[in-house]
Every structure is written in structure tokens, then in C-alpha cells.
């Protein structure tokens, strides 16, 4: 596995990205391209097409969209939110009226977004791992395990602030 400097967030808002053109992992800095192939000289989209030095992100798709926000409604636990938001799954339009729908509960559309931001990361995780690359910390610090001892976990917390 290859490290590589990264900010996960910004990969995984990448994936839900519905901006024109494709998003390209740049393998030598970790910086985040967003290019359009059709706009390109032949040269440049050459380049792109290199393995070694730049990873394309694929997009969600209309399908994906919607399977987060099921696996999101199963999870949700609000007796109101709940039965609103599956009928707007569906709807005919069920990613804009799910979305509409959620501003009436300001607490489950932080629930929502706490939890599509995690399933997207863990998505970047995999594509990183399938591409043989390890995410490092865009601010330099690794995580610490989970079985540090909370005393000991604070001292540390402590000193990287």
C-alpha cells in the first residue's frame, strides 16, 4: 500500500459531486482535479489517462443516491421524520423531495448528513484500497487505535492541539 496525503471529505463530497466533468485523483500531491475530458488537448487527456499518476472518481449514480438514503431510513429511529421521508423515497422525484423534506427536521438532516458523509468515506476507503493506496490525514496526524486507554488517549489529544 502506497501512502498518500488526503482529505477524505473532500473525496467523498467528490463522490456525490453532480458538477460537470470528472474528478481526478492526483497521485503524486493528492490534490483533487476537476476536469472535463472534452475540454482538453489530446496531450492533457493523455496524461489523465496515466495509471501511475492520475486516479479518476467515479460518480454516484441516480440508484446510489437513493440506496444511502434507504440504508439511511432504516437506521432512523423518529417517528415522525421517518414515515415522511420514505414517502418522499417514493415520490417521483424521491432525492429532491427527500431533500425537501428533511429541512423540516433540522436534527435529522444533521443525523443525514453525518451519516452520508461516513458511508461516502468508507466508499473512498475502498477505491483507495482497490488502487493499492493508504489515506494519510490531510493534517498530518495519524489516528490513534481505538484500545489507547482514555487517560492516555487525552494526554495525547492534548498535545496535538
Given at each position: ?134 489515506a494519510l490525514p490531510a493534517d498530518g ?21
Open positions: 500500500m502506497r501512502p498518500l496525503t488526503l482529505d477524505l471529505d473532500l473525496l467523498a463530497a467528490a463522490l456525490d459531486s453532480r458538477e460537470r466533468g470528472t474528478h481526478f485523483l492526483d497521485l503524486a500531491s493528492g490534490a483533487l482535479r476537476l476536469l472535463d475530458p472534452d475540454d482538453l488537448s489530446l496531450e492533457e487527456r493523455e496524461e489523465l489517462e496515466d495509471p501511475e499518476r492520475y486516479l479518476p472518481l467515479p460518480r454516484l449514480t441516480q440508484d446510489d443516491r437513493l440506496e444511502l438514503r434507504e440504508a439511511f431510513l432504516h437506521q432512523l429511529r423518529h417517528p415522525h421524520a421517518q414515515p415522511l421521508l420514505r414517502a418522499a423515497l417514493e415520490s417521483r422525484r424521491p432525492i429532491r423531495t427527500f431533500d425537501y423534506e428533511l429541512e423540516l427536521f433540522p436534527s435529522v438532516r444533521e443525523a443525514w448528513q453525518a451519516f452520508a458523509l461516513s458511508r461516502l468515506k468508507e466508499e473512498v476507503l475502498v477505491l483507495l484500497d482497490e488502487a493499492g493506496l493508504e496526524r495519524m489516528p490513534l487505535p481505538d484500545d489507547v486507554p482514555e487517560g492516555i488517549r487525552r494526554r495525547l489529544e492534548k498535545g496535538r492541539s
